[in-house]
């Protein structure tokens, strides 16, 4: 079964901290991986796609990156602002439909 | 870029009235989808249109239907509202894999 699984479910970090949320994927053929940002009520907010085992993107203190397995997305010294659910989510071949995971709550303290 | 809007940002129903939420994007996308996203479920796919006149039941469509008339307009129908379909209702389109999301309809059914 196509599935997305994300890691943590929730990070608390104090301001300039850096880490990394997971992302894995089992899929029968992947065509993308893709990040969001969600804010408390809003919809997500799209932030980068990858597409394949190797590649990164990057902007401003967020870093994205794939291998055949998973994918990161580093954060930098990051700051309150940061705070956030982090979506991951990927598309397969022939199809445009996305395969989301739970998400990871991000939340950054001064 | 792209902007997606979707009617309300939040309604109150009772149970067995019937629901519309409408979905409008100005960027000519081909693809239109609805989710309802609840805690620690994540995002599910209720149904998606790739085109006018033209709908695919996504992971969970019982209890819904949709409408496409035009290209920028897709709308969700709730026939006869429960209590089990009090969530958040995000909208989205896309033009090939990269989905982009509308402000989200929080509905409560009481």
């Known amino acids: 079964e196509d599935q997305v699984t994300q890691s943590p479910e929730a990070l608390r970090l104090q301001e300039g901290e850096s880490s990394s949320l997971n992302c894995s994927y089992t899929?029968?053929?992947?065509?993308?991986l893709f990040w969001y940002r969600q804010d408390p009520g809003k919809g997500p907010e799209f932030l980068f796609t990858?597409?394949?085992a190797g590649e990164e993107k990057e902007k401003e203190r967020l870093k994205a990156t794939l291998t055949k397995k998973e994918s990161f997305l580093h954060i930098t010294a990051p700051k309150p602002e940061d705070s956030a659910t982090y979506l991951c989510?990927?598309?397969?071949?022939?199809?445009?439909?996305?395969?989301f995971g739970t998400g990871t709550r991000l939340q950054v303290f001064p | 870029d792209v902007k997606v809007t979707q009617s309300s940002r939040y309604l109150v129903k009772r149970t067995g009235e019937k629901v519309f939420l409408e979905c409008v994007q100005d960027?000519?996308?081909?693809?239109m989808f609805w989710y309802r996203q609840d805690p620690g479920l994540g995002l599910r796919l209720i149904y998606f249109?790739?085109?006018?006149?033209?709908?695919e039941k996504g992971d969970i469509p019982e209890g819904y239907s949709v409408s496409r008339e035009k290209k920028e307009r897709f709308s969700l129908i709730l026939e006869s509202a429960s209590t089990n379909q009090t969530s958040m209702y995000l909208c989205?389109?896309?033009?090939?894999?990269?989905?982009?999301f509308g402000p989200g309809t929080r509905l409560t059914v009481l």
């Open positions: 990858l597409y394949s």
């Open positions: 899929v029968s053929g992947l065509r993308g």
């Open positions: 989205a389109s896309s033009l090939s894999t990269e989905q982009f």
């Open positions: 989510a990927s598309s397969l071949f022939n199809t445009d439909k996305l395969i």
């Open positions: 960027m000519d996308h081909e693809n």
């Open positions: 249109s790739y085109d006018v006149k033209m709908k």
